[in-house]
């Protein structure tokens, strides 16, 4: 990467892409939820599927790791906050959430490079960023403060996709 002297992109933006880069965000890819780790393990979701997305488990039934990709292109929650040219040039390149191929996190890695050549693509994804975290929190802090009801069944399915090569890779299955 050349210097960064001719980057005019805000400085959360900046921030946001490096932590993005780094791993950095407080996905549950990197950090397994281990800030509510107890209410997760008594509601049954433990080991490796900490690393899960809650709410597309809890409101869809669907299987996903909680990856820096999905957060940013696929998870329903933030549909209204994905906004600005960054999100329609990306949207037919996105594809499905099932789809093992092309790899879910390629369209990220194809992304952040636009939005280093590109500063008002930078600042749509720092916006973003900024703005589906707290979503995220208030989501979640909702979620978990009701108690976290998962049925068996469900429970059972996800425990065992989320020890697949699919899981791992990011693919949503349907439980
Ligand atoms: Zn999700």
Known sequence: MGPLTGVTCTRFSLQAICKVLYGGLPLAR???HYDRKEQLIAAGI???LRRVCLFCLLTRNICVMESEWHFIFHCPLYTDLRTGSLFRRRAAEVG???CSFPRP???LFRTLPLCIKEPALANQLGSFIRLSLRVREGWLEEAVRGGLHIGPIV???AH???NTVEFANGVASSL
Do not use: F, L
């Open 96 to 98: 499905s959430e099932h």
């Open 105 to 107: 996190y390629s369209i």
């Open 30 to 32: 990197a950090r397994a």
């Open 155 to 157: 429970c059972n399915n």
């Open 46 to 48: 433990c080991d490796d």
């Open 160 to 162: 065992v996709y989320c």
